[in-house]
C-alpha cells in the first residue's frame, strides 16, 4: 500500500521521496550532484555557423559520424522520412539538400544513437538506482533494444517475449470491470497509422480514454478555434506566411523549437514583410536570424527580424491585444472603414458589437498596466494592422498555457477576423504545432473528447458500437490514477510522468496503476516510477526501415504523418533498426489489440500490423479528406486536408465566424510574489535532454535555474547566482522545488521563468485553463526563499 511521501535529504539534494510501491525507494529528482551555472551574455541572433557545427558535434557524438551525417541529409526529403523534430512544414517545391536544423539534426542523431541498452544494462542497475541519475543521464544511455518487464515486488527489469508481453497486457486489460479502468496515452510522434490503429483498438475495446500530449500543448487553440471558426486547426499555409505583409509571431521562441520558421519569416521579409514579436523574454530567433542554408548567412551576416518587439508580461496577451483592438476600434468610429474589413465581417461573421463595445470599455490604464506594454507601442502595431489584410497571426505554447489560453488564442482571432485577415492569400491564423505528428494524431481520431458523427462512422466502417461516453483528458486520467479508477495505463511513446504538471502528484498516481506499458525508443523517468508491474516495449525510430514479412516476402512498410498547416506525407526510414528485436510501433499497436480484442476484434489486427496499407485502407474510410488515402499519400510532397476557414467557410453553428469577449486576467499578486512561466531550453526536446546548454540565453551547464529581473532581485534581497527554494501557490495550496540557482535576466519586473519539466513540480494539476483543462504551465504564482547556507 502507497504511504505517504516524505522530505529527505539525499545527498544534499532535498527533495520528497516516493513511497515503496514494491520496485525499491524511487527517487523523483535525480540525487547526483550537478554542475554550478555559467552564465554569459544572451546571443542576439540565432542559428548560422554556429548551428550548423553543433548540430554536427551532436550527430557525431551520439551516433557516430556516418550514420550520423547521412541520416541528416535525408531529412524532410520528399522520399525520405519526417522529420522526428518538430511539426514544421516542408516547402511545397523544391527542397535544398541542407533543409535540417540545428534541433531537427539533434533530433535525428538522438535516435540514431549508436549505444544500447540491453538485458545486461537492467540486471546491473535496479530501479531505484536509476532514479538516482538524471533525465538527461538516463537518455543519453542509448536506444532500448528488447522488451522488459518489471514483475510486481521486483527491483530490476528482466528481458520478457514479444508474445508474453501482449499476454500480459491482454490479461490485465480483460480483468477490468470496466473497460473504462484503462487509458490509453498519446506523445505526439506517433505516426498516423500507429494512431489510427490505437485509437480504433480504444474503441473496440470499449473506451474513450485516449488522453494525448496535445491536452497539455495546443489543447486550448483547438478549443478556442473551434468555437470561432467552426475548424479546430491553424488555417495558413507556409505560402501564405511568405506572402503576408504583417507577421506576428506571439509566445513562440521559433530559434530553439521551430528554427525553419525562421526561413519562412526571412523570405516574408525580403518581399517586405514587417514582423511583431510578443514575448516576455528577447529571445535571439525574434531579434535577428542568420540563415544556415546561405553563405552570408553562414559567415554571421544576419537578417533583422523583428521589426517591433512588444515586451508583454507574462499572461498580458489579452490587455496587449486588447488595446491593439481598441485603437482600431477607436479609429474607425471615427472613421468608419478605416481600420475594420465591413465588407468581410458583414458577410462571414456575427458578434461584432459586443467586441466593439467591450474594447470601448476597456480603461487605457489597465490595459498599460496589465500587459507592461505602452498605449503608443500598441498604437504603432495598430498602424500597421490598418495598412494591410495580409496579416498572419504565429502562436505556440506561450499563448495556450494559461488559465485563459483558449481567450488568448480567440482574441487572436478577434484581430483575424476585424481585418477580414483568413481564407486570402497571406493571411490568417499560423497555430504552430508541437510534435512532428501531434496534429495527425487528433486526425486520426485520438481524442479523449470525439464527435458523435466521427463515432459513427467508425461504426458502419467497422461494425461495432462504439462508446459514446466521453474519457479523460492526461489531466484527469492522474486524478482517476489517484482515486484507484485507472488499473492499466498504455503510453505509446512519450514521458507522461514528467510532461504532466505536479509531479509529485502523477508519480503517486502512477505507482497507483496495476500495470503501466510504455513503448519507446529510449529509458526515461516515466519507466522508474511505475505501477505495481510495468512493462517497457521498444521500438523502430522514424529514421528506420521497417520490414515486414508478408506471405513469406519481405516487404518495407511506410508510414504517414501530417504537419502543422495539414499537408500529410510519407515517412520512410533509412536505416538499419538498433536491434533486431524492435518493432515498429504500429504492429506493436496492432499485436496487442488482437492478443486483447480476441473474438471481440472486427478487423484482421495480425494483417494490420504486417501491412500499413490495410490500415491505411481503414483510414480512408473514416477520415474526412482521406478517401484515397494510399494512393494520396504517395504523391511526392503528400497532400493537403480539407480547411474550410481557408475558403471562407466557417462550420460553426451559424454558418459564420464569431467575435469573442474575452477578459483580461485578473491577478492580484501579494508582495514578494513573482508570476512563473516555463519554458524550453536550446538543448532539450521536451523532457528529452540533449545537452545542459541553452546557447541563446547565455545559460551554460545546469537546468536548475530560475530566471528573474534585476529589479526583482533587489527588492527580494537576493544575490544572482544564490540558491532559492521555489515555492509555487495555489488555492491555498504550496508546492515547492529545492536548490535552484537564481539568474539575472532581461524579463519583465514580476515575471519569472524556469525550465520545463524541472519546474513540473511547481505546477499544480488543477491549475488549468478554464475552457480546455490544459495545464497552465505559463503563469505560476511563486515565491523565492534563499536556501539556509
Ligand atoms: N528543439 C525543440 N523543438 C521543439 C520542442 C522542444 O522541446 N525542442 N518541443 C516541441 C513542442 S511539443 C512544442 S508544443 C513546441 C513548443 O514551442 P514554444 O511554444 O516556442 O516553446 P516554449 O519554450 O515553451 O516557449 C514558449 C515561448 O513563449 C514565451 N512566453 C512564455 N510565457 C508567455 C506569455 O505569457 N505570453 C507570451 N506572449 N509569451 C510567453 C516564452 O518566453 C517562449 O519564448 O516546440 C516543438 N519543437
Ligand atoms: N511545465 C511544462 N510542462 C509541459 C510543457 C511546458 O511547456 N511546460 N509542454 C507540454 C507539451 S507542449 C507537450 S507536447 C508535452 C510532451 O509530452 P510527451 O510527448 O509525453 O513527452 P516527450 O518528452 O516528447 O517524450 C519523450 C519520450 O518519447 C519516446 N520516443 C521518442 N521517439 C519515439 C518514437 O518514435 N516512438 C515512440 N513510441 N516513442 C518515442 C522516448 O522514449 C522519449 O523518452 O509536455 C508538456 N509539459
Ligand atoms: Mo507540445
Redesign the pocket.
Known amino acids: 500500500m502507497i504511504q505517504h511521501s516524505e522530505l529527505t535529504n539525499d545527498g544534499g539534494v532535498l527533495h520528497n521521496v516516493l513511497a515503496d510501491n514494491g520496485h525499491g525507494p524511487i527517487r523523483l529528482i535525480p540525487t547526483r550532484a550537478e554542475p554550478q551555472l555559467r552564465q554569459r551574455r544572451p546571443e542576439r541572433k540565432a542559428t548560422g555557423l554556429p548551428a550548423v557545427v553543433n548540430s554536427f558535434k551532436y550527430a557525431i557524438s551520439e551516433a557516430g559520424i556516418v550514420r550520423g551525417t547521412l541520416p541528416l541529409l535525408q531529412l524532410n526529403q520528399k522520399d525520405g522520412f519526417d522529420c ?1 523534430g518538430c511539426a514544421w512544414p516542408d516547402p511545397d517545391g523544391k527542397r535544398s539538400a541542407f533543409d535540417f536544423c540545428e534541433n531537427g539534426a539533434k533530433a535525428v542523431a538522438h ?1 540514431s544513437d549508436s549505444r544500447r541498452i540491453t538485458a545486461d544494462f537492467f540486471a546491473q542497475y535496479s530501479v531505484a538506482e536509476l532514479s538516482t541519475y538524471s533525465d538527461y543521464w538516463l ?1 543519453q544511455q542509448g536506444r ?1 533494444t528488447e522488451p522488459m518487464v518489471l514483475r510486481a515486488g521486483a527491483t530490476h527489469y528482466q528481458p520478457i517475449p514479444w508474445g508474453e508481453a501482449f499476454d500480459m497486457i491482454a490479461t490485465s486489460l480483460n480483468s477490468q470491470r470496466s473497460p473504462d479502468e484503462a487509458s490509453f ?1 498519446t ?4 505516426v498516423n497509422e ?1 494512431a489510427f490503429a490505437y485509437q480504433l483498438f480504444a474503441r473496440q475495446f470499449g473506451t474513450n480514454n485516449l488522453p494525448d ?2 491536452n ?3 489543447e486550448s487553440s483547438g478549443a478556442a478555434l473551434t468555437n470561432t471558426l467552426g475548424f479546430g486547426k491553424g488555417t495558413v499555409t507556409l505560402e501564405d506566411l511568405e506572402n503576408a505583409e504583417l507577421i506576428f509571431v506571439v509566445g513562440q521562441n521559433p530559434g530553439t523549437n521551430h528554427p525553419r520558421q525562421l526561413t519562412a519569416l526571412q523570405h516574408a521579409k525580403r518581399k517586405g514583410a514587417k514582423i511583431i514579436a510578443v514575448n516576455p523574454l528577447p529571445e535571439a530567433g525574434l531579434i535577428s536570424f542568420m540563415n544556415p542554408q546561405e553563405t552570408l548567412g553562414m559567415l554571421g551576416v544576419g537578417t533583422k527580424l523583428a521589426d517591433l518587439f512588444l515586451q508583454v508580461k507574462i499572461n498580458g496577451d489579452v490587455p496587449l491585444f486588447k488595446g491593439i483592438l481598441k485603437t482600431l476600434v477607436e479609429r474607425d468610429d471615427v472613421q468608419p472603414g478605416a481600420a475594420i474589413n465591413w465588407g468581410f465581417v458583414h458577410k462571414y461573421t456575427t458578434n461584432i458589437d459586443d467586441l466593439r463595445n467591450s474594447v470601448r470599455q476597456a480603461p487605457w490604464e489597465d490595459l498599460e498596466q496589465l500587459s507592461g506594454v505602452s498605449r503608443a507601442q500598441m498604437s504603432l502595431a495598430a498602424d500597421w494592422v490598418c495598412e494591410t489584410e495580409r496579416i498572419v497571426i504565429c502562436w505556440c ?1 506561450g499563448v495556450t ?1 494559461h488559465q485563459n489560453g483558449a481567450g488568448n488564442v480567440q482574441e487572436l482571432v478577434n484581430l483575424l477576423l476585424l481585418r477580414g485577415a483568413m481564407g486570402m492569400p497571406g493571411a490568417g491564423a499560423c497555430c504552430v504545432r ?2 512532428s505528428n ?1 496534429q495527425g494524431d487528433r486526425t486520426m481520431g485520438v481524442w479523449e473528447r470525439p464527435a458523435p458523427e466521427f463515432l459513427d462512422r467508425l461504426r458502419d466502417a467497422f461494425q461495432f458500437e462504439p462508446p459514446r461516453r466521453h474519457g479523460l483528458d492526461a489531466q484527469r486520467t492522474a486524478k482517476a490514477m489517484h482515486r484507484g479508477r485507472i488499473k492499466t495505463f498504455i ?6 510522468l ?4 505536479d509531479t509529485q502528484f502523477t508519480a503517486d498516481a502512477l505507482q497507483r496503476v496495476e500495470l503501466t506499458v ?7 523517468r ?1 519507466d522508474l516510477v511505475t505501477g505495481e508491474q510495468a512493462l517497457l516495449l521498444p ?4 529514421t528506420e526501415i521497417d520490414f515486414r514479412s508478408i506471405h513469406n516476402v519481405v516487404q518495407e512498410q511506410f508510414t504517414s504523418t501530417e504537419n502543422s498547416m495539414g499537408v500529410v506525407q510519407w515517412s520512410r526510414g533509412r536505416f538499419t533498426p538498433a536491434s533486431s528485436l524492435l518493432l515498429g ?1 504500429t504492429e506493436i499497436v496492432c499485436r496487442i489489440a488482437a492478443a486483447a480484442l480476441g473474438a471481440k476484434a472486427t478487423v484482421d489486427w495480425l494483417a494490420w500490423g504486417q501491412n500499413y496499407d490495410y490500415i491505411r485502407a481503414g483510414i480512408a474510410k473514416v477520415i474526412p479528406g482521406c478517401a484515397h488515402y494510399n494512393r494520396d499519400v504517395r504523391k511526392p510532397g503528400g497532400f493537403y486536408l480539407p480547411n474550410p476557414p481557408r475558403e471562407r467557410k466557417f462550420p460553426t453553428a451559424t454558418g459564420k465566424a464569431l467575435f469573442t469577449v474575452n477578459p483580461a486576467p485578473e491577478r492580484k499578486l501579494e508582495p514578494n510574489q513573482l508570476l512563473l512561466t ?3 531550453s536550446h538543448d532539450q ?4 535532454i540533449y545537452g545542459l546548454h541553452d546557447r541563446y540565453r547565455g545559460l551554460h551547464n545546469t537546468r536548475r535555474v530560475v530566471l528573474v529581473n534585476a529589479a526583482d532581485l533587489r527588492q527580494l534581497g537576493l544575490i544572482a547566482q544564490q540558491k532559492v527554494n521555489v515555492t509555487s501557490h495555489f488555492a491555498g495550496q504550496t508546492r515547492t522545488a529545492y536548490q535552484f540557482t537564481v539568474v539575472e535576466y532581461p524579463i519583465p519586473a514580476g515575471c519569472a521563468a524556469m525550465y ?2 524541472e ?2 513540480v511547481l ?1 499544480p494539476i488543477d491549475a488549468t485553463d478554464m475552457v480546455s483543462n490544459c ?1 497552465a ?2 503563469s505560476l504564482v511563486i515565491t523565492l526563499a534563499a536556501t539556509p547556507a
Open positions: 522526428p535516435e537518455e532500448l496515452y506523445s505526439g510522434k506517433a500507429a500530449c496535445s497539455m500543448c495546443h505554447l498555457q508541437g510534435h501531434v503510453s505509446l511513446g512519450g514521458n507522461y514528467m510532461a504532466l504538471s510504455r513503448i519507446g525508443t529510449k529509458l526515461n516515466a521500438c523502430l525510430g522514424r510501433e516555463t519554458i524550453r526536446f521536451n523532457t528529452t520545463y519539466p519546474a513540473n505546477a495545464p504551465f505559463k
